[in-house]
């Protein structure tokens, strides 16, 4: 285990630069941590050589848990045996990654007492990662993790950690409560967050408006983004304010409308909200002077997912128009009968997005209680090749049919 | 045993929720972005929140996010939060907080900025710091990446948002696929295979079955049960090696970088796209990766000068046609460009709508 820190003349040239290092900040771990050393090490290797070091994990977790951990090993344990393991642990983050700074510090005693010192805030889920963990400190961890509050996130087979956007909590923009339906799905989820038991991952992500900051459009398997159904609350007297200080309302602002449903004639802002399609663009580069409707709730969409393994999808629509309400009792039934086709049906790493895709998303509809919707397709289809399941014979319909 | 808590699940967030943020949530009526990386939020009380955005490199250690506590509670009573692009948000109560915050954010060395039309920090993945399937690093190219466009961090002159995501490899654990510019580790021979070693490993009829285009199958190699790769049908996902670990892939003359660009996530103005292929492979070449850093300041700056205002890269393409911009880039446009996968015809085009 490295006593001191190691040469690195590649890593430093990253310490050069405007932009914060990484390496100053594995070197900042360094100055206490053996593991933060030979990390160093085993990176300036990689830096030469052009190829990782790491090994897979295997099954490695806490007591009682089939995710929050994922085993890592280097391939050079003698060279490295500071990190010989250096698992990450994923820790539930707060809804819309809120701390206080005694939080933070008590997360950072506990990585200090047992781990590296190196974490991700956060990681590209959403949860806080803890990086580089021995095996025989990952008990203790948790150990000291949930007294301080905190708990594992997912990873494997099952309800990855939902995110979420700020929300109402500082955004005006925000729908419905992303914070809140984030937590509620977390603790209602808990036992499929933590024992890994579907085909493949699935993620929950919840954006407050269709700015969608938390990606989840391209990034979840069931995306919920917030939107209304009214008119958009206007105030005229702003956006002649706008207009006075320079904007160019009816290029900027009309002309970017994707409904082309506005109109600007130097005195008076006009919506056709009938055909208004709710990008957000208008409300964007006006935030004084256009709100969203009041009559708020949530498009839920559902199916997107990154390449592996058929393919990269986005989520499609669902359900048009969700008024989100604790206890959320009608979404959390419509995922357990989706859950429960998936688990039944799916193969072995199958997104939700990519079984839809292989059985259709007609006969998807049909086994979990949903009506075929127009919003639900871009277009109905172009080709011909329906697969009607029925075909009437000549006595249909005839009376004294058995 | 008896004390160990289990499922206790988060904690919740009103817990770190400054008292400004408790008395007025949801009801902001409107923000303000005063200047770069600064914004105030005005509540119909008539109470403002005001919030200093600082970039980040992510992977920080426990010294840097102390530091991070120091000034939250030098400054903002305690309270702070991170973004979904790792960026740190200071939460103020105070204006007069501002510019001493921020001069103490610059002597920590991070910037402030990253708010309005603008690159926010970077979403990146592990690479070779703490991934086994990484095609490139992750860290290093953002940083040397940052580094060139940090003054479109720092200032609002961008013509419209520009979000820039890195995945080490097609597994994209960063989802980077709908980024107006993806950076992408791919790797590019097949796996090579361990025959001693498939059998103790590996599940067999999960290795062929992970295979996207079915191009693996069961082999007897050398009297060992094993699989065979068809080559002229690997792809190089990496999918085998996932699910069977004596298949690896990593190689140092074939793995590198490309290039994805014209994608976006929000719904403003044109709906969420796909990131489209730019460059197809960019060598390794740490630790400052400068064709990759050169290629990126390239396509910004043609993007900034050009597109018109609120353009996000993938409009700006699609109004100029993708032959314009392979034209104006001077990147060379080849067989790797045209799909070849499920439904590729579906991306030929398919009218004479063309610019000479």
Redesign the interface.
């Known amino acids: 285990m490295a006593d001191q820190i190691p040469n690195t003349p590649?890593?430093d040239?990253?310490e050069?630069?405007?932009?914060?290092?990484?390496?100053?900040?594995?070197k900042?771990?360094a100055k206490n941590s053996p593991m933060?050393r030979d990390?160093l090490g085993v990176?300036e290797l990689?830096?030469n050589?052009?190829?990782?070091?790491?090994?897979?994990?295997g099954i490695v977790g806490v007591?009682?848990?089939g995710g929050g951990v994922i085993g890592?090993y280097s391939d050079m344990p003698e060279e490295f045996p500071g990190i010989s393991h250096?698992h990450?642990i994923r820790i539930?983050?707060?809804?819309?990654?809120?701390?206080?700074?005694?939080?933070?510090?008590t997360?950072?005693d506990i990585?200090?007492k047992h781990g590296s010192?190196?974490?991700?805030?956060?990681g590209?889920?959403?949860d806080i990662v803890f990086?580089?963990c021995r095996t025989d400190a990952l008990e203790p961890v948790f150990?000291d993790l949930?007294?301080a509050?905190?708990?594992l996130g997912g990873s494997g087979s099952d309800v990855r950690t939902p995110?979420c956007?700020?929300g109402?909590?500082?955004?005006?923009w925000?729908c419905y409560?992303t914070?809140a339906l984030t937590?509620d799905l977390?603790?209602h989820y808990?036992?499929e967050l933590?024992r890994p038991a579907f085909p493949y991952k699935f993620k929950f992500k919840m954006s407050g408006c269709?700015?969608?900051?938390?990606?989840s459009?391209?990034?979840a398997d069931m995306s919920i983004?917030g939107t209304w159904r009214d008119d958009i609350q206007m105030n005229q007297d702003e956006v002649k304010k706008y207009a006075d200080n320079g904007l160019n309302i009816q290029r900027?602002v009309a002309g970017?409308?994707?409904g082309k449903c506005m109109d600007w004639d130097g005195n008076e802002l006009k919506i056709e909200n009938e055909y208004c399609v709710?990008?957000?663009?208008c409300i964007?580069?006006m935030?004084?002077a256009l709100?969203p409707g009041k009559d708020r709730g949530a498009c839920v969409l559902l199916g997107s997912?990154?390449?592996?393994?058929?393919?990269?999808l986005?989520s499609s629509v669902l359900i048009p128009f969700w008024k989100p309400e604790p206890p959320y009792e009608d979404l959390k039934d419509l995922v357990e009968t989706m859950h429960d086709l998936w688990c039944e049906e799916g193969?072995?790493?199958e997104r939700i997005g990519e079984f839809i895709q292989r059985v259709g998303m007609g006969n998807f509809l049909e086994e979990i209680g949903l009506e075929p919707l127009p919003e639900m397709v871009a277009h109905p289809r172009e080709n011909p090749y329906v697969f009607y399941e029925e075909y009437y014979e000549e006595d249909d319909g005839d009376e004294g049919e058995e | 045993m008896a004390e160990?808590?289990?499922?206790?699940?988060?904690?919740?967030?009103d817990?770190?929720?400054p008292p400004i943020?408790k008395e007025n949530?949801?009801k902001?009526?409107?923000?303000?972005v005063l200047k770069p990386g600064v914004m105030v939020?005005v509540s119909e009380t008539g109470d403002k929140?005001f919030?200093v955005r600082v970039?980040?490199?992510?992977?920080?250690?426990?010294?840097?996010?102390?530091n991070?506590?120091?000034l939250?509670?030098k400054y903002c009573d305690?309270?702070?939060?991170?973004?979904?692009r790792?960026n740190?948000e200071f939460?103020l109560t105070r204006e007069e907080n501002i510019d001493p915050l921020i001069a103490d954010v610059k002597g920590?060395?991070?910037?402030v900025g990253g708010i309005g039309n603008s690159i926010s920090s970077i979403?990146h993945?592990q690479?070779?710091?703490?991934?086994?399937s990484?095609a490139t690093?992750a860290?290093?190219v953002v940083?040397?990446v940052?580094?060139d466009l940090?003054e479109y961090f720092e200032t609002m002159k961008l013509p419209g948002k520009l979000r820039i995501a890195l995945?080490c490899c097609?597994?994209?654990?960063?989802?980077?696929?709908?980024s107006d510019i993806a950076i992408l580790g791919i790797h590019r021979r097949p796996p090579r295979i361990d025959h001693t070693k498939v059998k103790k490993m590996c599940e067999i009829p999960?290795v062929s079955?992970?295979c996207?285009t079915a191009a693996i199958r069961p082999a007897t190699v050398d009297g060992h049960p094993s699989v065979e790769v068809i080559e002229d049908r690997c792809m190089f996902?990496a999918?085998c090696y996932?699910?069977c670990?004596a298949m690896p892939m990593?190689?140092?003359l074939n793995?590198g970088i490309s290039i994805w660009v014209g994608g976006k996530?929000?719904?403003?103005?044109?709906?969420?796209m796909?990131s489209k292929l730019a460059i197809p492979f960019i060598p390794?070449n740490?630790?400052?990766w400068p064709e990759t850093t050169d290629a990126i300041k390239k396509i910004v700056e043609l993007w900034a000068a050009n597109a018109n205002?609120?353009e996000r890269m993938g409009e700006w393409i699609e109004r100029i046609g993708w032959p314009k911009f392979f034209r104006m880039t001077g990147i060379k446009f080849q067989k790797e460009h045209i799909d070849d996968?499920?439904y590729a015809g579906l991306t030929f085009k398919r009218s004479t709508h063309l610019t000479y």
């Not at chain 2, 902001?28 to 303000?32: F, G």
């Open positions: 590649k890593l040239e990253l050069k630069g405007p932009w914060p290092s990484f390496v100053k900040e594995i900042m771990a933060a990390l990176l990689s830096y050589e052009k190829i990782g070091h790491w090994k897979h994990g007591m009682g848990y890592r250096f990450t539930n983050q707060p809804s819309g990654w809120f701390y206080t700074a005694d939080a933070l510090r997360l950072c990585w200090d010192g190196l974490t991700n805030m956060h590209s889920t959403g990086l580089g150990e949930t007294k509050g905190f708990d995110s956007c700020c109402p909590a500082r955004c005006e925000a409560d914070l937590y977390t603790m808990q036992d933590h269709p700015n969608d900051c938390v990606a459009i391209a990034r983004i900027d970017n409308c994707p709710r990008c957000m663009h964007n580069v935030p004084k709100r997912k990154a390449p592996i393994v058929e393919g990269a986005l193969k072995a790493r | 160990r808590l289990t499922d206790i699940g988060p904690p919740k967030y817990k770190f929720l943020i949530y949801g902001w009526l409107y923000h303000e939020h929140l919030t970039g980040s490199p992510r992977l920080v250690s426990t010294e840097k996010i102390r991070y506590a120091d939250a509670e305690g309270y702070l939060r991170f973004t979904s790792h740190v939460l920590l060395g991070h910037m979403v993945t690479g070779w710091i703490h991934c086994h990484a690093d860290s290093g940083k040397a940052m580094d940090h995945a097609l597994n994209m654990c960063g989802a980077v696929h709908c999960s079955a992970s996207p996902c999918n996932t699910v670990p990593n190689d140092p793995d996530v929000s719904n403003a103005r044109h709906e969420p796909f390794n740490p630790p400052r205002k609120y996968f499920k």
